[in-house]
């Protein structure tokens, strides 16, 4: 009698526990088609709710699975996971805040899915998780399979003027930012270079390079490249011809004239210098014909006396 008693107490105290877990109405969100460039990797956004609250991360276990829910791509025990799938899945997100972002690395062509997700829950203390699972299958990833990398953009004014500050953007779109694309540009400068990741939202990211530098004369008609690497050795390029103008410069008109205006001067000096000289040997003989006239006068009166 004391020993039924106890199993009552017992179902009754799992009932307790479970009943509020299994009344609750669960719902997942995971994003229905996202890009996945073959041998790179893969980032799958996933989230999940239960009106019931937050259940702590050791209560829970995640699988995702292929339509088949036997046929797991990803959980904790990897004997159970198929072979194709082994050490090339990860779960990202911590189940205890309703994360359950999946990470499938070194993508092969034939990984497009579909892909779902499944939680268990733990209501022993023997870890072994109940047989009421919370499959949601309508809620599940279509990878479309990418064999050449996204192409980079390259945004940039037409025209670059010599001395003055110059911009140049290099944007690669991406779905993986657990490992996104390095970028590298073929302009051997030491300015400044400036790296954003943006969310784009449903799975899609987006990284930016910004490089910034000072043209030169000598840089006109310049070829400038900027390199996309993706995680898996493949990379994209493009490329943009750099066109200098030269700063504006008044030496051909400053030049000139100061040449005019100084041979100007020197020849109003010299001319007055000439006229000066001149003025003084016209009253240099003009003194020494006074001079005379007065010899001749003197000779003349002699003469008469």
């Known amino acids: 009698m004391e020993k039924e008693r106890k199993m009552m107490m017992l179902c009754l105290l799992l009932a307790a526990v479970c009943s509020p877990v299994f009344s609750d109405e669960w719902r997942a969100s995971v994003v229905s088609q996202i890009d996945a460039l073959v041998s790179s990797c893969v980032v799958v956004p996933c989230t999940f709710t239960h009106s019931g609250?937050?259940?702590p991360g050791s209560r829970l276990r995640g699988l995702w699975h292929k339509q088949t829910k036997e046929e797991l791509i990803y959980y904790e025990d990897q004997t159970k996971i198929l072979d194709n799938f082994k050490d090339r899945t990860k779960m990202l997100g911590q189940l205890g805040q309703g994360n359950c972002t999946l990470e499938m690395t070194q993508v092969r062509n034939h990984d497009n899915g579909p892909f779902c997700f499944r939680v268990e829950i733990v209501i022993d203390?023997?870890?072994k998780p109940t047989k009421e699972m919370f499959s949601f299958v309508e809620q599940c990833v279509t990878l479309n399979m990418l064999l050449d990398a996204p192409k980079p953009t390259l945004t940039h004014s037409k025209t670059a003027y010599e001395g003055?500050?110059?911009t140049i953007t290099c944007s690669v779109t991406h779905t993986c930012p657990s490992h996104p694309p390095q970028i590298k540009w073929s302009l051997k400068t030491t300015e400044d270079i400036t790296v954003i990741h943006k969310n784009q939202q449903s799975g899609n990211?987006?990284?930016?390079?910004?490089?910034t530098f000072v043209p030169k004369e000598k840089d006109d008609h310049t070829e400038i490249t900027c390199t996309a690497?993706?995680?898996?050795q493949k990379t994209s390029s493009d490329t943009v011809t750099?066109?200098?103008k030269r700063a504006e410069s008044y030496n051909h008109i400053i030049i000139p004239a100061a040449v005019g205006i100084g041979t100007a001067l020197v020849f109003g000096v010299f001319c007055i210098?000439?006229?000066?000289?001149?003025?003084?040997r016209i009253i240099e003989l003009q003194n020494r014909d006074g001079s005379m006239l007065n010899r001749l006068r003197s000779l003349s009166r002699r003469g008469r006396r």
Not at 205 to 211: A, N
């Open 53 to 55: 609250g937050t259940l």
């Open 125 to 127: 203390e023997t870890n």
């Open 164 to 166: 003055k500050p110059y």
């Open 205 to 211: 990211w987006e990284v930016q390079s910004i490089l």
């Open 229 to 232: 690497e993706f995680n898996g």
């Open 242 to 244: 750099l066109y200098v």
């Open 273 to 280: 210098f000439m006229a000066k000289k001149y003025k003084n």
